[in-house]
């Protein structure tokens, strides 16, 4: 079935340090690949998506590029601020069967210190 | 206002109480879902309905039960809340794009 597999937080950085975290995925056919970010005491809320291979969705300085050979969709940000301390999860929709289902990672923590 | 209310926010109650969440949303959208969140498991999908006559079961349905009374409206119901359905709730909606909008969530405690 399908999976979301991201890294493990939580990641702590300080103000202005560059941002990566990992996100690979296990689907069939071509899905489409999301980015949703959880500030504290909200809900999740759609970062960025990106629908068809070498696609790059980017938003609020994030940007993520669906790499289908190697099955990731890595988010990178070069400068996070305080502000961006959230929970991060990767998803991933896929197109095939009746219900397109959508399948989430498990999240990772960010906490930015100023 | 907001787009996808949930209430109550939070909620303690005790071992075989009944329990529903509900769920509105001003988006017009016709899917809507129920999902909850764990520590370590992120989100897992308990009941979803793409119109008020559809309502399909989601990976881990077994203990609750939902009712769409309207487009707007999407409740969850605990009939017997046991410990282990402490958790956050999140409600959301879908249109016709696959972006999903969520709800600020319900705490609930069972004790």
């Known amino acids: 079935g399908d999976s979301v597999t991201q890294m493990e937080g939580p990641v702590t950085l300080s103000e202005e340090a560059c941002l990566t975290i990992?996100?690979?995925?296990?689907?069939?056919?071509?899905?489409?690949l999301f980015w949703y970010v959880q500030y504290p005491g909200e809900g999740l809320q759609l970062l960025l998506k990106?629908?068809?291979?070498?696609d790059k969705g980017s938003n609020k300085g994030f940007e993520a590029t669906y790499r289908k050979e190697t099955t990731s969709f890595h988010l990178e940000k070069g400068s996070v601020q305080v502000s961006d301390s959230a929970v991060y999860f990767c998803?991933?929709?896929?197109?095939?069967?009746?219900?397109?289902?959508?399948?989430f990672g498990t999240g990772t923590k960010l906490q930015v210190i100023p | 206002d907001a787009d996808v209310t949930q209430t109550p926010r939070n909620r303690i109650t005790k071992t075989g109480k009944r329990i529903m969440l509900e769920c509105s949303q001003t988006?017009?959208?016709?899917?809507m879902y129920w999902y909850r969140q764990d520590p370590g498991l992120g989100l897992r999908l308990i009941y979803y309905?793409?119109?008020?006559?559809?309502?399909n079961k989601g990976e881990i349905s077994d203990g609750y039960s939902v009712s769409r009374q309207a487009q707007a409206k999407f409740s969850l119901s605990l009939e017997s809340a046991i410990p282990n359905q402490t958790a956050l709730y999140f409600c959301?909606?879908?249109?016709?794009?696959?972006?999903?909008?969520f709800g600020p969530g319900t705490r609930l405690t069972v004790l």
């Open positions: 959301a909606t879908s249109g016709i794009t696959d972006t999903q909008y």
């Open positions: 990992n996100c690979t995925y296990t689907a069939t056919g071509y899905p489409s």
């Open positions: 990106a629908t068809k291979a070498d």
């Open positions: 998803a991933l929709r896929s197109p095939s069967g009746g219900y397109q289902k959508v399948t």
């Open positions: 988006k017009g959208h016709d899917r």
């Open positions: 309905s793409f119109d008020v006559k559809d309502i």
